[in-house]
């Protein structure tokens, strides 16, 4: 579960108009919306200001306004495109600059809304997040408030990365044990299959000598791939990480899958070869279902079907070579989730080659955030 760091990107609240440029109903219908803002009644001000908009639709002011009382109504994609009007209508710097700023607390506010959903998307809403107050600060280079906004950004940045970073490992480690429980599957049913062959010998009373030594071989190897089964339920979970509801429910199938085993053993070591055979099909019933709790795509995909797929690559890679070649297609693409990480650590890099050039902090009022990635 992603945890990410705490602290606090405030909005821009309310700005006053200067009322006289408009009529008497529209100041108003704006100063109704003022002060029901101010209330902390956030519906009264939205229609307050959405009537003053239809008399005066061309108005930086009113749309601000109305993008703050969308924001607190934590509406932030509505609220955004109110800033966005906002900051193309006016010719007033300082309104424009409060307008990208609020902008850039919006995108991150969607960031923080999709952070336990979509972290990619969550990735891109912060880097957009920190154009915005890059712009905020182009307009108005000593506006500190969105200089240090930035630098909070780019901590949640790290933390989503840092969580990507967990998330890839963590399903390269489940479907490395999908693929040896798929193994360990393809075993047990090798040892089931020996021991029906057994147990045809047996109904068929052949009593050659060597009947007991094969169903003790078999008992051998029963338990060889018991202790395999064991050690692949201890090391479920890398150290360090948490241990997911799939995984958890794929090793309890596990280990109730190593019990049958060790029943299986027991009775070959008693040449009980029908009642070994049970707990071998139990056991495979339970490996089976541990490999379903992993999901479907953790699954590793069948010998036949992973032939299918390699003669068709085969195909598909004949087919390019006999076409002409293009530089721009022979680059090797990346796959979307590094491309997008590899995306934000280059805005993270560039705001710091930015950082540089801005001396616009007071001595003590600021502290650098620490750059490990």
Same mark, same amino acid.
């Given at each position: 579960?992603?945890?990410?760091?705490?602290?606090? =990107?405030?909005? *821009?609240?309310?700005?006053?108009?200067?009322?006289?440029? /408009?009529?008497?109903?529209?100041?108003?219908?704006?100063?109704?919306? #003022? %002060?029901?803002?101010?209330?902390?009644?956030?519906?009264?001000?939205?229609?307050? /200001?959405?009537?003053?908009?239809?008399?005066?639709?061309?108005?930086?002011?009113?749309?601000?306004?109305?993008?703050?009382?969308?924001?607190?109504?934590?509406?932030?994609?509505?609220?955004?495109?109110?800033?966005?009007?906002?900051?193309?209508?006016?010719?007033? *710097?300082?309104?424009?600059? /409060?307008?990208?700023?609020?902008?850039?607390?919006?995108?991150?506010?969607?960031?923080?809304?999709?952070?336990?959903?979509?972290? $990619?998307?969550?990735?891109?809403?912060?880097?957009?997040?920190?154009?915005?107050? &890059?712009?905020?600060?182009?307009?108005?280079?000593?506006?500190?408030?969105?200089?240090? #906004?930035?630098?909070?950004?780019?901590?949640?940045?790290?933390? *989503?990365?840092?969580?990507?970073?967990?998330?890839?490992?963590?399903?390269?480690?489940?479907?490395?044990?999908?693929?040896?429980?798929?193994?360990? =599957?393809?075993?047990?049913?090798?040892?089931?299959?020996?021991?029906?062959?057994?147990?045809?010998?047996?109904?068929?009373?052949?009593?050659?000598?060597?009947?007991?030594?094969?169903?003790?071989?078999?008992?051998?190897? &029963?338990?060889?791939?018991?202790?395999?089964?064991?050690?692949?339920? &201890?090391?479920? =979970?890398?150290?360090?990480?948490?241990?997911?509801? !799939?995984?958890?429910?794929?090793?309890?199938?596990?280990?109730?899958?190593?019990?049958?085993?060790?029943?299986?053993?027991?009775?070959?070591?008693?040449?009980?070869?029908?009642?070994?055979?049970?707990? +071998?099909?139990?056991?495979?019933?339970?490996?089976? $279902?541990?490999?379903? !709790?992993?999901?479907?795509?953790?699954?590793?995909?069948?010998?036949? +079907? @992973?032939?299918?797929?390699?003669?068709?690559?085969?195909?598909?890679?004949?087919?390019?070579?006999?076409?002409?070649?293009?530089?721009?297609?022979?680059? @090797? @693409?990346?796959?979307?989730?590094?491309?997008?990480?590899?995306?934000?650590?280059?805005?993270?890099?560039?705001?710091?080659?930015?950082?540089?050039?801005?001396?616009?902090?007071? %001595?003590?009022?600021?502290?650098?955030?620490?750059?490990?990635?």
């Amino acid at each position: 579960m992603f945890k990410p760091i705490s602290f606090v =990107i405030m909005i *821009i609240g309310i700005l006053l108009m200067p009322l006289q440029a /408009y009529a008497n109903s529209t100041q108003k219908l704006v100063k109704k919306g #003022n %002060t029901a803002y101010l209330n902390g009644k956030y519906d009264e001000a939205l229609d307050a /200001y959405e009537a003053a908009a239809v008399h005066a639709p061309e108005s930086s002011y009113i749309y601000f306004n109305k993008g703050t009382a969308l924001y607190q109504k934590q509406e932030y994609t509505r609220s955004a495109e109110a800033f966005k009007q906002a900051a193309i209508k006016t010719k007033d *710097i300082k309104l424009e600059t /409060y307008s990208k700023f609020n902008l850039g607390v919006c995108s991150f506010r969607e960031a923080e809304r999709l952070k336990n959903s979509d972290l $990619n998307k969550a990735l891109e809403a912060c880097s957009q997040s920190i154009r915005y107050f &890059q712009d905020a600060l182009e307009l108005s280079p000593e506006f500190k408030e969105a200089a240090e #906004n930035i630098e909070m950004v780019r901590m949640a940045m790290k933390s *989503i990365l840092d969580e990507i970073k967990r998330q890839k490992k963590q399903q390269k480690a489940t479907k490395d044990a999908a693929e040896r429980i798929q193994d360990i =599957i393809q075993k047990q049913q090798e040892l089931f299959d020996r021991n029906k062959t057994l147990a045809d010998e047996e109904h068929q009373k052949d009593n050659s000598k060597n009947l007991h030594e094969k169903v003790q071989d078999l008992a051998k190897g &029963q338990k060889d791939l018991q202790q395999e089964t064991r050690m692949l339920s &201890q090391n479920m =979970i890398p150290q360090g990480q948490d241990m997911s509801e !799939s995984v958890q429910k794929a090793k309890e199938h596990l280990d109730k899958s190593i019990g049958q085993q060790g029943a299986a053993v027991e009775k070959l070591g008693q040449d009980q070869i029908d009642q070994a055979s049970i707990h +071998q099909e139990k056991s495979l019933e339970e490996l089976e $279902n541990a490999l379903a !709790s992993l999901g479907n795509e953790a699954n590793p995909q069948s010998q036949l +079907q @992973k032939q299918k797929d390699d003669k068709q690559q085969q195909k598909n890679e004949a087919s390019v070579e006999n076409q002409p070649r293009n530089s721009k297609d022979s680059k @090797k @693409k990346k796959a979307p989730m590094d491309q997008l990480a590899e995306d934000a650590r280059s805005i993270l890099d560039q705001e710091k080659e930015n950082k540089k050039r801005r001396n616009i902090y007071s %001595t003590g009022g600021y502290h650098e955030v620490d750059k490990d990635w």
